[in-house]
């Protein structure tokens, strides 16, 4: 049964309450809401939206070409069959997206263009009250929650990171960072300097060769490619029998799954076998008309950084066809005409594009605050990367990078669920996470251990990031195989929670 609870107003303030708010309509939001409705229907719910509509990062990224780099069988939900070619762009993930939106019948419960700006935890009323700007308005908004699902990602929408270049405003031309790429932009025929490697350069590249004069792609350091076919064998063959959708994606859901473990087990146990195979795959595509050994060969381990999935070797087109070229080397300064190089070598563009990464945004750059008391996550400790020692009610999805980000947003929507209903039987309003006794005298350690995976834009805001302990529940391992255990095995009945 499913009861739809209404928020309850007419405070004297005139603030609305929802037992339940999720930040942020994404991926993360959405499926989060989808369990949240099918486990918990006696909540009230509310999900804020900061864009104009849902979807999260494929409807602010618009860069020619953008796709996902995971497959969708994994990369979407369990509950919702995919039935399309593994690898998708952004506007079938968000009809995708449409869809279950229409099928839970979310859309009612969804503020578009509400930006949480400050959230304030009143211990005494045990709530979390949330100050919200209405972007259409202007106006200033109050909401009161018992607990905060915070879905909004881990990066700023409205702004990528782009390094400070020497000479960055002596350039001449357009510079273009994907993540705000202009709809009008021109590149007819122009020469293009993408600098970057990783997945969003990857996708740009093959899609604006043709139409462009030329491109050259410009990286620090070499990346690892996964190219494949976009397509399924099982899944196929499974359509072609008639058999039933949900049953397909189940099936090749876990087929593909029990697949990546497998490689990701070789990548950690035989590095440089995998890696030997990872470059003869993109040298069988390249040819030998490309410098393998300088372009394409990581000074990393495989998966220490995202791999990006190359669907039928499409980004290695334009570089064997000589519409594309690659260099490996760092900018000394900006020109006028384009950029020069360590090496002395002078490259010029028309247009420069900062395929450079993202900037990290802490649980949405929010002022968070217990009992008006700032709140410094840094200063906490993450317990499985969700919650924060000392936070109250507040859970923070963080997905994977090694395997698809939606996974973990099911496993913690599984957690979250568990327990809120678990708080209802025990009459119980709040919960913190503490270290326990002999926790206490653990070092505290930087967020994400760099030799296990050191992606820039974590690395550039360590910082701001919670601290992490040398125990799995006191860290997030981007270990799905390991957490699809461990997490449904949580008890509550762990010193570490505590209930009032």
Not at 32 to 54: G, I, M, N, V, W
Not at 148 to 157: I, P, S, V
Not at 343 to 357: F, K, L, M, P
Not at 424 to 436: D, P, Y
């Amino acid at each position: 049964m499913n009861i739809e609870v209404q928020p309850q107003t007419g405070t004297a303030d005139d603030v609305q309450y929802f037992d339940v708010i999720i930040v942020g309509a994404g991926i993360s939001g959405i499926g989060s809401a989808h369990y949240l409705k099918k486990d918990c229907p006696q909540l009230s719910y509310l999900l804020l939206e900061t864009q104009e509509t849902f979807g999260g990062t494929w409807h602010t990224h618009r860069y020619p070409g953008i796709r996902s780099d995971s497959d969708l069988y994994t990369f979407g939900f369990s509950f919702k069959p995919w039935v399309e070619a593994p690898v998708a762009t952004a506007d079938r993930i968000l009809a995708y997206l449409t869809a279950v939106i229409q099928e839970d019948d979310l859309e009612k419960h969804i503020r578009y263009r509400h930006r949480v700006l400050s959230a304030n935890w009143d211990s005494k009323r045990k709530r979390w009250n949330l100050a919200v700007r209405n972007e259409q308005s202007g106006e200033t908004v109050r909401f009161e929650t018992n607990f905060l699902w915070m879905c909004q990602g881990y990066y700023r929408h409205d702004e990528g990171y782009t390094p400070d270049w020497p000479g960055i405003d002596d350039f001449k031309g357009q510079i273009v960072h994907p993540q705000t790429w202009p709809s009008d932009l021109d590149y007819e025929g122009k020469n293009i300097l993408v600098i970057g490697s990783g997945a969003t350069a990857a996708t740009l590249v093959p899609a604006i060769a043709d139409k462009a004069g030329h491109v050259t792609m410009l990286q620090r350091s070499p990346t690892y490619f996964n190219p494949g076919t976009n397509a399924d064998a099982l899944a196929d063959q499974l359509r072609a029998l008639e058999i039933d959708e949900n049953w397909i994606h189940a099936i090749v859901r876990k087929k593909l799954l029990k697949e990546q473990e497998g490689r990701l087990s070789r990548a950690q146990n035989e590095p440089d076998v995998v890696a030997k195979e990872m470059i003869a795959a993109v040298q069988a595509h390249l040819g030998p008309s490309v410098d393998i050994a300088t372009h394409f060969t990581p000074r990393y381990r495989p998966w220490q950084q995202r791999v990006a999935f190359i669907p039928e070797g499409d980004f290695f087109e334009p570089f064997r066809k000589g519409k594309a070229s690659i260099v490996t080397d760092r900018i000394r300064k900006f020109t006028a005409e384009g950029v020069e190089l360590e090496s002395g070598r002078a490259v010029a563009a028309d247009i420069i594009v900062t395929a450079t990464g993202f900037r990290l945004c802490v649980l949405g750059d929010i002022a968070f605050s217990i009992d008006g008391a700032a709140l410094n996550l840094a200063d906490t400790v993450t317990y499985h990367g969700m919650m924060f020692t000392g936070v109250p009610n507040l859970v923070w999805v963080f997905g994977y990078f090694r395997s698809s980000w939606t996974l973990r947003v099911e496993l913690i929507a599984e957690f979250v669920c568990r327990l809120l209903n678990h708080m209802r039987a025990i009459g119980k309003e709040m919960v913190t996470t503490e270290l326990r006794p002999q926790d206490k005298d653990e070092p505290q350690l930087p967020w994400i251990d760099d030799d296990n995976f050191n992606p820039g834009y974590l690395m550039r805001d360590m910082h701001l990031m919670p601290k992490r302990l040398n125990k799995p529940e006191w860290q997030h391992t981007q270990d799905y195989f390991a957490e699809c255990i461990r997490l449904p095995q949580i008890s509550f009945s762990d010193p570490a929670f505590h209930f009032s």
